[in-house]
C-alpha cells in the first residue's frame, strides 16, 4: 500500500477520503491498525445526490457504511416513510441487518451530497477469522445504534410539544457534532416530530427568541437549552 508516509493513509484511492475523520472511537477501534488499515483500503467509494436513496427496506444487505462527508436520514425507526434520525461524516451504519443475516431493516437517503464508503460483509468475514475483536466491535456499534433508535422512541413520547422538538434537535445535533448544521426544513423537522408545520414554526421562532436555535434556509443549529 502506497502511503504519504505521515499517517498511513494512501495518497488516491477510496482510504484517501478518510484523512479527516475522527476514527479513533470506531468499531475498528479494537483491531491492529495493520487491520483496519487493510480493511479501510477495500472499501468502496459510494457518491450519492441529496434526496436519493442509497437503500430501501427489504433490500439485501451484504456492507456496512462510513459517512466521510455530508448527511444522511435514515427512515424506518419508527414510521417507513418518517425520517427519524440523521447521521454525519464519521458514523458507520448498516451493520444491524449484516449481523442478523436480514435484508435492510431501515431506508437510507442523502439529507445533503454526500460521499460514503462501503465495507464488502466479505472483506469482514474474512479479516473476523483471524481477529475475532472485530466482531465484537461490530456488536459494540450495533449496540449503539440501537441506543438511537430507543431515544429516537423516547423523544416522539415526551408530551409538551417544545420540549419534545427540543428533545429532537439535540439529539440530531448531537450526531452531527456541534459545527454541522441540522439540514432539515421546519416541514421536515415537524414531520420527524409528529406536529404540524405551524406549531413547530412557532415553536422555532420562539427558541431563536431564547438564543437556543438558530434558523436558517433549510438548515437548523441547536445552540443549547437556554437557562432557567
Known sequence: MVTDGRDGFPDTGPISDLRHLDLSDSWLAGV???VARALLARCEPVDVARGDGLYEIGAPAKEVYLICDGVIGLQGLVDP???GHLLGPSAWFGEGAVLAGLP???SVTAMTDARLVRLPMSEIDSAGQSYPGLW????VLSAHNCAVTTRVARDLMISR????VAAVLARLQDGLG????IPLSQEQLADMCVLSRGAVSRILARMEAAGTVRRGYRALR????AAD
Open 81 to 83: 416513510k418518517r425520517i
Open 161 to 164: 410539544p417544545e420540549d419534545r
Open 32 to 34: 491492529p491498525d495493520t
Open 222 to 225: 441547536w445552540l443549547g437549552q
Open 136 to 139: 465484537r466491535g461490530l456488536a
Open 104 to 106: 435492510r431493516l431501515l
Open 178 to 181: 456541534g459545527a454541522q448544521d
